[in-house]
């Protein structure tokens, strides 16, 4: 594997995933009650044997610098090889944003050819997956391939969201189509590729910018050996707000296809020291996933809970992902929510609140969630927000970064509302 | 703090924590659902900004060196100072066992040849407590002294367990007797952290080292000398939270003061953290159907069952139906569906069978191997134990490391005893 670098292309701003992405890139997205995603992927690499590994990232890098530092928690922090973050730079002679996948990584071409590897693999930052990178390396070698494409079946429904795959009996791929409105091909791009060394320095000499339209797909039309490696595992793009919420709750099911607890493979992260969690004499907990930390004194039921969180004395957790260090005041309720860090919601607050009662017929007046379908009906609350006592938040909303008592109309923030994000020093008290 | 410099000593024996510490030192018995007893020493030190330490070791110290290993988790992996583990070793002319603790030091005094610290901090790694050690180096300096002992104030029935302290009103220590049977005034007892004057610590150890007659223990002899022989000795009274976890049944309360509303220690203090060495392990899984109340669960464990009033360490797995009540319960140990454990302390990777019953009825015969440590109604069980379905084990009961089915000839009455298969040493 000492041949072997890995590029993780980190670059998703997470438009879709609204303010849960205001102030970091997807792949530092908390996920699964204590990891980012970028977890999965790193540790894939160190199970993987992978030690040589750059990062690429351009939104919000801060946060991806402060979770990954050194690499020390993959074993990453290394004399030789080790993770190197890549952001945009500026020379004499040269200064530009990456203009996509494939201008990223040509723009530090000089870094990748320093570091003298034989094969380029390609990564995602920002999908969820338990994959161990061995046997597609083995089937490329096998292949003979130019390039070598991880594949994965997915549902018809949903093939409009990935790029679509056709491939031959032998494995070769005969097509790749961004988000089709409609395919009968079952297997999507993963956005995992291992590319030959010599062979991607000379597809980028061209000055692409991006991997799939402008050096996938050309190598495929021109027909080069582009070969498929189909995956079976855990994949899940959590790109946006209601496949963040369905990967999330999922793992609740005792049939989770994501297996964390396995000490084979663990999903290593950088963890902070924590105290075990502590369950109060009148806690009621069912169904959840909760980290150290977390102090419940009310009732948590199929939530995921973040390290640091507290419930205080009969608040109410129900079917939401509570991230670090957010604080439920007595008597307050959470219902199909998403709560960033560092919430604070007020005694006997309510956030989630659904519109209407369930059966009552609309009475011709817009859903009050129209325009709002990307939230898949929840209430999403961003990073240090203060829900004031006794609040409502009715579902689906978003209150941005730093939301405050202005944001409450009566105490109320009506279904569809949407409160723009403020900066820190604008809501300090 | 740079020139600062700690010995922890972590040697004890740990005898009255019956099987807890059978196989691994006192300092490194598990804690507080996720810690062992050094974290509290070791995260001082360096909470204090002390980060020049050696660690003292004798009684089996792997797995405190599997612990400490370079020390990490306390930031104690530095290119100068860091964490040393200090063993014992022979060939030198003054290398030997340790024979007390001031011999401990003693034979480890080549390690200050280089150190520049005026003051020399010794820690016992066996005790529960939060102490900024600024606050003693303070005092220490204000009042010129030679060596400065933290003192605690113990309930009257325990000052036979320590060394016991009276002092003048300004902290000058007159008396100071080692575990005293009777005639103690006062119920200051040492807490085992000295701050010694670099130079005076070298000399009163050479001093002792040449004594026959002395057991070269810092409590039994050095202390009550230099108290006697009119040194500057001063007391530093600590106010804080302070618990020598030395017995099963101290050891015990302790742990479940934590599950308190009020645990006696903030844990969860930002600015306070008590770090150990952690495993990733995912977060803690609630199943459908189960109970948790008045609790601390750590990472990794995963509860279909009920658990109340009780610790569990990492990886811990109670099954749907099994039930573990007023309990300590340490990593990847399984309770199986349908069992129930009262009262009991569950060592490392146990597995209880299902429907197995331990800590049962009202039968409070004492320990027949152990009867002064094993009374209060507590079950002892060791590592890696294995107890079959539908075993009944009484109060009292000492179940053996490593034991297995076969072992169990009959149920285990109230103080009963079963050995497993004798360590390797």
């Not at chain 2, 990492?314 to 990593?331: D, F, L, T, Y």
Request: charged share 20%.
């Amino acid at each position: 594997m000492r041949d072997i670098l890995a590029l993780i292309l980190s670059g998703g701003s997470g438009e879709r995933l609204g303010v849960l992405c205001a102030e970091r890139a997807v792949s530092a997205l908390p996920f699964g009650g204590k990891y980012r995603v970028i977890d999965f992927v790193l540790s894939n690499c160190c199970h993987s044997g992978v030690q040589q590994v750059g990062v690429l990232a351009q939104h919000a890098p801060a946060s991806l610098n402060d979770h990954i530092g050194a690499g020390r928690a993959w074993d990453l922090d290394r004399r030789s090889g080790g993770v190197v973050i890549l952001q945009p730079y500026q020379t004499r002679s040269h200064a530009g944003w990456y203009r996509g996948t494939a201008d990223a990584i040509a723009q530090n071409w000089d870094w990748i050819e320093q570091q003298k590897p034989a094969r380029v693999l390609v990564l995602s930052g920002d999908h969820v997956v338990r994959m161990d990178y061995r046997p597609l390396i083995a089937a490329h070698l096998e292949s003979d391939a130019a390039v070598t494409v991880a594949v994965t079946r997915v549902p018809a429904e949903e093939a409009h969201r990935f790029g679509m795959v056709r491939v031959a009996s032998d494995g070769r791929i005969q097509s790749l189509d961004e988000k089709p409105a409609h395919t009968d091909a079952a297997l999507a791009n993963m956005g995992i590729y291992l590319f030959e060394t010599g062979r991607l320095a000379d597809l980028l000499q061209a000055r692409p910018v991006d991997l799939v339209m402008d050096v996938l797909r050309p190598q495929v039309a021109s027909g080069q050996r582009v070969m498929a490696y189909q995956f079976d595992g855990y994949w899940e793009d959590v790109g946006t707000v209601a496949s963040y919420y369905r990967a999330s709750l999922e793992l609740l099911d005792p049939s989770s296809r994501l297996e964390t607890h396995d000490a084979r493979w663990p999903i290593l992260t950088r963890d902070e020291e924590r105290p075990p969690v502590w369950l109060g004499p009148e806690a009621q907990i069912e169904d959840s996933l909760v980290a150290n930390g977390c102090r419940i004194e009310g009732r948590v039921r199929r939530s995921i809970l973040f390290a640091g969180v507290h419930v205080g004395p009969g608040a109410e957790v129900n079917e939401s992902v509570i991230m670090a260090d957010t604080h439920l005041a007595e008597g307050a309720r959470v219902d199909h929510a998403i709560l960033d860090k560092y919430v604070r919601i007020g005694v006997g607050a309510r956030v989630g609140e659904s519109a209407r009662a369930p059966g009552e017929a609309g009475s011709g007046a817009p859903e009050p969630g129209a325009g709002h379908e990307w939230l898949a009906g929840l209430a999403l609350v961003g990073k240090d927000t203060w829900v004031p006592d006794g609040g409502r938040v009715v579902r689906p909303s978003v209150i941005g970064v730093g939301g405050r008592y202005e944001d409450f109309r009566d105490g109320v923030l009506e279904a569809g509302t949407v409160v723009p994000n403020r900066r820190w020093f604008e809501v300090l008290p | 703090m740079t020139g600062r410099y700690a010995f922890i000593l972590a040697g004890g024996v740990g005898s009255r924590l019956c099987l807890l510490s059978e196989r691994r030192a006192k300092p490194a018995v598990p804690f507080g659902g996720k810690y062992r007893i050094i974290d509290f020493t070791l995260s001082n030190c360096v909470n204090s900004g002390i980060f020049d330490v050696g660690v003292l070791t004798q009684y089996r110290p792997t797995s405190l060196n599997q612990h400490i290993g370079i020390g990490r988790p306390w930031d104690l992996d530095r290119t100068r100072g860091g964490v040393q583990l200090l063993q014992p070793a022979p060939g030198l002319a003054t290398s030997d066992w340790y024979q007390g603790t001031a011999d401990a030091i003693y034979q480890n005094l080549l390690h200050l040849k280089r150190r520049r610290a005026q003051e020399v901090l010794i820690l016992s790694g066996d005790h529960v407590y939060q102490m900024d050690y600024n606050v003693l180096y303070a005092f220490h300096r204000r009042n010129h002294a030679r060596l400065t002992v933290a003192v605690t104030e113990v309930p009257e029935n325990e000052v036979s367990q320590f060394g016991i302290l009276e002092t003048e009103a300004n902290g000058h220590v007159v008396a100071f007797k080692e575990k005293p049977k009777t005639g103690a005034s006062g119920r200051l007892a040492s807490m085992g952290v000295y701050l010694f004057d670099r130079d005076a610590l070298i000399r009163w150890l050479v001093e002792d080292a040449a004594m026959s007659h002395s057991s070269h223990d810092f409590g039994k002899d050095l202390l009550p000398r230099l108290v006697a022989r009119g040194e500057a000795v001063y007391a530093y009274r600590f106010p804080g939270y302070w618990q020598d976890v030395g017995t099963l049944d101290s050891y015990y309360r302790a742990n479940l003061e934590f599950v308190q509303a009020k645990p006696p220690l903030d844990l969860s203090d930002p600015e306070w953290v008590l770090h150990t060495q952690t495993a990733d392990r995912p977060p803690v899984r609630v199943a459908a159907g189960a109970k948790v109340t008045r609790s601390l669960v750590a990472n990794g464990c995963s509860v279909s069952g009920e658990v109340m009033n009780s610790v569990l360490f990492p990886g811990v797995v109670v099954e749907k139906g099994a039930v573990v009540r007023n309990s300590i319960v340490m990593h990847d140990t399984l309770v199986a569906a349908g069992a129930e454990l009262d009262r009991a302390i569950l060592d490392k990777e146990v597995r209880v069978g299902r429907g197995a019953k331990v800590g049962t009825g009202d039968d409070m015969t004492p320990n027949r191997a152990c009867p002064e440590h094993l009374s209060s109604g507590l079950v002892v069980v060791g590592k890696q134990a294995r107890l079959p379905e539908g075993l009944v084990v009484g109060r009292n009961a000492r179940i053996g490391a490593a034991v297995v089915a076969e072992d169990f000839t009959a149920q285990v009455p109230a103080g009963g005893v079963v050995d497993g298969p004798e360590s390797m040493h």
